[in-house]
């Protein structure tokens, strides 16, 4: 069965540290990759997708995402973060036009 | 810039009223999809629909219905609300386009309480 698993259901980090963001998933062919955020009381906003080539995803906001086959996994990075991307976020894998989401991790921000 | 737009932010329905949801697009995208979101368990499909007056069940249809009537318009309809339909509501659209498939462009959301 296809499915999104985001290990992590709440993090905290101090501002200006590293951030990674767990996500794992189940899904039988190559599969189209996604991370979204949602800030409070908002719709989900895509950072970032992977369809096919580079692993290595660029997205807005200074966030990354590496594509490992090998461990079925797409995590989500920042090398150092704001106050503002205190967030929930959303891992999705996609295929024949719908999409499975994860069921978010909520990143909360120390000054 | 795509935009979807959803016709309530907060919405407050009394049990077994009829309660309509609004869904617009502007970018002439072909699907469309109606979720709800509830702490904990992210998002889940109640329907979609992939061209006009097309619709699909998703993972918990059961006490919504869809009209599609129009290619930019989605609407959810709650035919007898209930209190466990108390949750976020987000819609959300995609395109056929080669290079673009399955990535979904949401609304803000409506938060809808049924007392």
């Known amino acids: 069965a296809q499915s999104v698993t985001q290990p992590d259901i709440h993090i905290t980090v101090s501002e200006g540290a590293s951030l990674e963001l767990r996500c794992n998933y189940s899904?039988?062919?190559?599969?189209?990759l996604f991370w979204y955020v949602q800030s409070p009381g908002q719709g989900l906003q895509l950072l970032l997708k992977?369809?096919?080539?580079?692993?290595l995803v660029q997205g807005i906001k200074g966030f990354e995402a590496e594509f490992k086959r090998s461990q079925s996994s797409f995590n989500l990075r920042k090398p150092s973060v704001h106050w503002s991307d205190a967030a929930e976020y959303f891992c999705?894998?996609?295929?024949?036009?719908?999409?499975?989401f994860g069921a978010g991790t909520r990143l909360a921000v120390h000054p | 810039d795509v935009k979807v737009t959803q016709s309530s932010r907060y919405l407050v329905k009394r049990t077994g009223e009829k309660v309509f949801l609004e869904c617009v697009q502007d970018?002439?995208?072909?699907?469309m999809f109606w979720y709800r979101q509830d702490p904990g368990l992210g998002l889940r499909l109640i329907y979609f629909?992939?061209?006009?007056?097309?619709?699909e069940k998703g993972d918990i249809p059961e006490g919504y219905s869809v009209s599609r009537e129009k290619k930019e318009r989605f609407s959810l309809i709650l035919e007898s609300a209930s209190t466990n339909q108390t949750s976020m509501y987000l819609c959300?659209?995609?395109?056929?386009?080669?290079?673009?498939?399955?990535?979904?462009?949401f609304g803000p959301g409506t938060r809808l309480t049924v007392l």
């Open positions: 959300a659209s995609s395109s056929h386009l080669a290079g673009d498939t399955d990535t979904q462009y």
């Open positions: 899904y039988g062919a190559t599969p189209y």
């Open positions: 992977y369809f096919s080539g580079d692993t």
């Open positions: 999705a894998v996609g295929g024949y036009n719908k999409l499975i």
């Open positions: 970018m002439d995208h072909e699907n």
């Open positions: 629909s992939y061209d006009v007056k097309m619709k």
